[in-house]
């Protein structure tokens, strides 16, 4: 053991106060974090700046403040753990692509992009892929994106429009708006694509856990044919993961 220097390092403890402070929030202000960490509000400045550049943070806005990105999780890869939202989910998943056929997946954020958690992909007599996990879809444009967009709090909603880059528009306020009404999302895709998506989110105590994507074939059914015969089926699916799966 090396002596004769410090066992904490001072700037890094610093460092972890202040992300600490953000992951037991959805987000703090300035203030908010001086008062609770105790350190000076220059001090507070400086270690956001830092956490911003390094990509562990972003500032939302000067009244809402900061929250950590997605990042974070990255710290956590080298550790092994059940997936509990996964765990809840597959049986029911299994189920409906026996009944059914069409595959199923299983998305949620991270990194800026829906990342596949699970797939009935393997099951399924009508897939046209076997290897999906930890495939990404991008947010604004993916079924699975816009259905945690259209369902997720106004909060998180903006943070993460903010953080894509996406400001005040009229017509993606609209779809999303259209989106709830239906109660599913599709992916937007040109005319000349051949698969289709359509997606629910998972959710429970006003919080979006997920999000679940039937993919299909356009030549089997249009996308208000997809929306009658399986929009229900697969919000009960939904419902059905959220009772089983750990808020």
């Not at 507070?44 to 809402?64: D, F, K, M, N, P």
């Not at 208000?224 to 750990?246: E, H, K, V, Y």
Request: with cysteine; net charge positive.
């Amino acid at each position: 053991m090396l002596t004769g220097m410090p066992t904490v390092i001072e700037p890094v403890r610093r460092s972890f106060t202040i992300l600490e402070a953000l992951s037991r929030r959805p987000h703090g202000t300035l203030s908010e974090l001086t008062a609770e960490t105790g350190l000076p509000r220059p001090t507070v400045v400086r270690l956001l700046q830092t956490l911003i550049e390094l990509g562990y943070a972003t500032r939302i806005s000067r009244e809402i403040g900061y929250r950590l990105t997605d990042r974070v999780l990255d710290l956590a890869q080298g550790i092994r753990f059940i997936d509990h939202l996964v765990d809840a989910a597959a049986p029911h998943m299994r189920r409906f692509t026996r009944q059914h056929g069409w595959p199923l997946y299983l998305g949620a954020i991270r990194l800026r992009a829906i990342t596949i958690r699970y797939s009935t992909a393997p099951e399924s007599p009508l897939s046209f892929e076997r290897i999906a996990l930890q495939r990404r879809s991008p947010i604004l444009t993916g079924a699975l994106g816009r259905a945690w967009l259209a369902f997720c709090s106004d909060e998180e909603r903006r943070a993460m429009l903010h953080e894509l880059g996406v400001r005040n528009d009229a017509a993606f306020a609209a779809a999303l708006a259209r989106i709830r009404r239906d109660g599913h999302a599709f992916t937007v895709l040109p005319p000349s694509a051949k698969l289709q998506g359509i997606a629910v989110p998972i959710r429970k105590r006003g919080r979006v856990l997920g999000c679940v994507t039937m993919r299909f074939t356009r030549s089997t059914m249009t996308e208000t044919q997809a929306g009658a015969r399986f929009g229900p089926l697969l919000r009960s699916l939904a419902a059905n993961i959220a009772a089983d799966a750990r808020a």
